[in-house]
């Protein structure tokens, strides 16, 4: 997708977004072509210090075939060069995974920013994670040694391990891994709010306790409005017909769209754009998680 933004005149919406609850925000994407996630990154980046209060660091990381690129600044990322670069360059990918921080476990340093990238089975696998927990400095995590001092990268190491003692052998069948991975990340609830996105490359998976949305967009295109600049895109000009684009994110970035909440230990499992695994159908008697006061969904009516 070319970039090729307008700006919205007399747009409010930025008002409505002032005022953030604590923690971190996610944001993902999966796409069956290589897409750049330049419209969605300028809302995240935001949110980062200007219409939230994630000061203490952000990062991207970009999946191009075997490989990955990733850029991580531990400053706010509304005044970071780095997130600037990002925003304006469009870095084209199937696989994306982003985070901006606000610090609870660990300082604000390079070293404790998201995410974090392991190797296992010749790929790379890349998490972040949205939450606070308790109880982690106990988790086993092998050879998957953490580099800094989050409760988060503990608990990617954590996993990490599961893999390998579940799987000693490359496993054939990945959809089966990712739902193992989801019951795991069931034990990681107990411990706290673990809201988390995962990749290997082409598989996004995600994971909630409490906050999580996600949209998928295909033909009939139409118009995207970001809720925190005044920025519009008409993705029929930027798409062909066949493009199917997932996005994941702690609080919807569009105002004009509809996103689809997810509910606490819900799942969800997107590959090339696609959402291709769901325990959501086990969970409709499930409430959703009591919504952050100024951060509804569109679909819920705003205070």
Same mark, same amino acid.
């Given at each position: 997708?070319?970039?090729?933004?307008?700006?919205?005149?007399?747009?409010?919406?930025?008002?409505?977004?002032?005022?953030?609850?604590?923690?971190?925000?996610?944001?993902?994407?999966?796409?069956?072509?290589?897409?750049?996630?330049?419209?969605?990154?300028?809302?995240?980046?935001?949110?980062?210090?200007?219409?939230?209060?994630?000061?203490?660091?952000?990062?991207?990381?970009?999946?191009?075939?075997?490989?990955?690129?990733?850029?991580?600044?531990?400053?706010?990322?509304?005044?970071?060069?780095? %997130?600037?670069?990002?925003?304006?360059?469009?870095?084209?990918?199937?696989?994306?995974?982003?985070?901006?921080?606000?610090?609870?476990?660990?300082?604000?340093?390079?070293?404790?920013?998201?995410?974090?990238?392991?190797?296992?089975?010749?790929?790379?696998?890349?998490?972040?994670?949205?939450?606070?927990?308790?109880?982690?400095?106990?988790?086993?995590?092998?050879?998957?040694?953490?580099?800094?001092?989050?409760?988060?990268?503990?608990?990617?190491?954590? #996993?990490?391990?599961?893999?390998?003692?579940?799987?000693?052998?490359?496993?054939?069948?990945?959809?089966?891994?990712?739902?193992?991975?989801?019951?795991?990340?069931?034990?990681?609830?107990?411990?706290?709010?673990?809201?988390?996105?995962?990749?290997?490359?082409?598989?996004?998976?995600?994971?909630?306790?409490?906050?999580?949305?996600?949209?998928?967009?295909?033909?009939?295109?139409?118009?995207? %409005?970001? #809720?925190?600049?005044?920025?519009?895109?008409?993705?029929?000009?930027?798409?062909?017909?066949?493009?199917?684009?997932?996005?994941?994110?702690?609080?919807?970035?569009?105002?004009?769209?509809?996103?689809?909440?997810?509910?606490?230990?819900?799942?969800? #499992?997107?590959?090339?754009?696609?959402?291709?695994?769901?325990?959501?159908?086990?969970?409709?008697?499930?409430?959703?998680?009591?919504?952050?006061?100024?951060?509804?969904?569109?679909?819920?009516?705003?205070?």
């Amino acid at each position: 997708m070319r970039k090729r933004w307008s700006n919205l005149i007399g747009a409010t919406r930025i008002d409505l977004f002032r005022e953030f609850c604590s923690m971190c925000e996610l944001l993902g994407m999966s796409a069956n072509v290589p897409t750049d996630i330049c419209f969605s990154f300028t809302g995240l980046m935001q949110r980062g210090g200007k219409t939230g209060p994630h000061r203490d660091g952000w990062g991207i990381t970009f999946y191009e075939g075997k490989g990955f690129r990733t850029f991580k600044d531990p400053n706010p990322s509304c005044e970071s060069k780095i %997130a600037e670069l990002v925003q304006s360059y469009p870095i084209k990918s199937c696989s994306v995974i982003s985070h901006i921080r606000q610090a609870n476990r660990g300082g604000v340093s390079l070293e404790n920013t998201h995410p974090f990238t392991r190797e296992l089975w010749g790929r790379y696998w890349t998490f972040a994670h949205n939450g606070q927990l308790t109880d982690y400095q106990s988790l086993d995590t092998g050879r998957h040694r953490p580099v800094g001092q989050t409760d988060s990268e503990k608990a990617f190491c954590w #996993l990490m391990n599961q893999l390998e003692q579940r799987y000693p052998d490359i496993p054939q069948d990945m959809e089966q891994v990712f739902a193992y991975l989801a019951s795991c990340c069931e034990t990681l609830r107990e411990k706290g709010v673990f809201n988390m996105l995962l990749s290997d490359g082409e598989y996004v998976m995600t994971y909630c306790t409490n906050h999580l949305y996600w949209i998928t967009r295909r033909a009939p295109f139409g118009n995207a %409005a970001l #809720l925190d600049e005044d920025v519009e895109i008409n993705f029929q000009e930027e798409t062909t017909p066949n493009d199917v684009v997932s996005v994941i994110v702690t609080q919807p970035l569009t105002g004009n769209e509809t996103w689809q909440r997810m509910k606490p230990g819900e799942y969800g #499992l997107f590959h090339f754009g696609e959402r291709v695994s769901s325990n959501a159908n086990l969970l409709l008697d499930v409430p959703f998680a009591a919504a952050k006061p100024s951060c509804q969904a569109p679909t819920e009516p705003l205070e």
